[in-house]
């Protein structure tokens, strides 16, 4: 017979029942909020093959692996890279917005730039790239405003020509060769022209569409100058040897705008450490994917780690003694 006390019991066991099911549906819960970071797609698209992009790029996907978010176990990672090719990079845009990749990380101005016209949704972390503002890419550095953030590698330029004006006090007329396709190179030599007219220097100028016109355009200036400033310039730096033989050939230093150039055959630098860039990218991108951040309030972060980098071997080359104090702390390559 079904008796009050059985009731009770039935209802007891029925709270039960409803209780473990709410328990359990927590617990599912959960578990999908934690496979909402699982198998995570990430693009990543580089401008072009040198030196100083790839260091970013591995600093990057390095970053992402200090937080937990790691290649093969729960993101999936389509590196691209453009080969400085606008087509390419137009490609690559439209491969990542159907894809729907989780977030995208864009190493170089024009990459990013290409990206940001490509999809006004998924978030977007850049590197190596100099002023978002100027390219275009947010509203401030301050406050992005959009979905693109990221760090910029803006050099310390008048470090820089503070350190070319020490190693060459007599020096008159520097002479820059650098593209005039790219925003980021054209910010830096107008700033690096006013501090030098600062300084009493003259500046002189070659601009080249492609690596194929570096030869003739540093041949241009050789004769002309007594030291070359080259800035961080993504068409230079991926020929960097074929204007070091001009200007080693005709006894004319090279101050570079980073420290991958100085190693590719330039005298010396105080620049980023592209690598530590990146790494500081990765974090940025991670904090987005943890849902603790979005890009249009992230501002622009810069390079936190600047240093002296000399070639002594094109030093010894070109006759130059390097004075003790900056080599003493100074990153040397021999």
């Known amino acids: 017979m079904f008796t009050f006390k059985n009731l009770k019991f ?7 029942i409803l209780a473990a099911s709410i328990i359990a549906g927590c617990g599912s819960q959960s578990a999908d909020n934690s496979n909402s970071k699982k198998n995570l797609k990430i693009g990543v698209v580089q401008l072009v093959e040198h030196n100083a992009l790839d260091a970013a790029n591995k600093g990057f996907i390095a970053g992402l692996k200090e937080r937990g978010y ?15 090719d606008q087509s390419n990079l137009q490609n690559i845009a439209q491969r990542f917005v159907a894809n729907k990749e989780d977030l995208i990380c864009a190493i170089a101005t024009p990459a990013a730039q290409t990206i940001a016209n490509a999809t006004k949704d998924i978030p977007i972390v850049g590197t190596a790239i100099t002023d978002y503002k100027s390219a275009r890419l947010v509203a401030s550095n301050e406050k992005p405003g959009g979905n693109v953030t990221g760090t910029t590698d803006m050099s310390p330029i008048k470090e820089q020509i503070d350190l070319l004006i020490k190693l060459f006090p007599n020096a008159k007329i520097i002479g820059t060769v650098y593209s005039s396709s790219e925003i980021n190179s054209e910010i830096q030599v107008k700033a690096m022209t006013a501090y030098a007219k600062s300084k009493g220097l003259t500046v002189k100028t070659a601009t080249v569409s492609t690596v194929n016109d570096i030869q003739q355009a540093t041949q241009s200036l050789a004769d002309k100058v007594d030291v070359f400033y080259e800035p961080t310039d993504n068409v230079i730096a991926s020929a960097m040897p074929t204007l070091i033989a001009i200007t080693n050939a005709a006894k004319r230093p090279v101050i570079c705008g980073e420290p991958n150039m100085v190693k590719k055959g330039g005298l010396a630098t105080y620049g980023i ?10 974090h940025m991108a991670a904090d987005i994917l943890d ?12 390079a936190k780690d600047l240093k002296i980098t000399i070639n002594k071997k094109n030093a010894a080359l070109l006759g130059i003694t390097l004075p003790a104090d900056l080599t003493k702390d100074a990153d040397i390559i021999e």
């Open 70 to 84: 790691i290649e093969g176990k729960n993101i999936t990672v389509d590196q691209q890279n453009a080969q400085a």
């Open 291 to 302: 849902g603790k951040k979005k890009p249009a309030d992230m501002p622009i972060e810069s």
């Open 273 to 282: 450490d592209y690598y530590k860039l990146g790494l500081q990218t990765g």
């Open 10 to 16: 039935a209802t007891l066991g029925l709270t039960g």
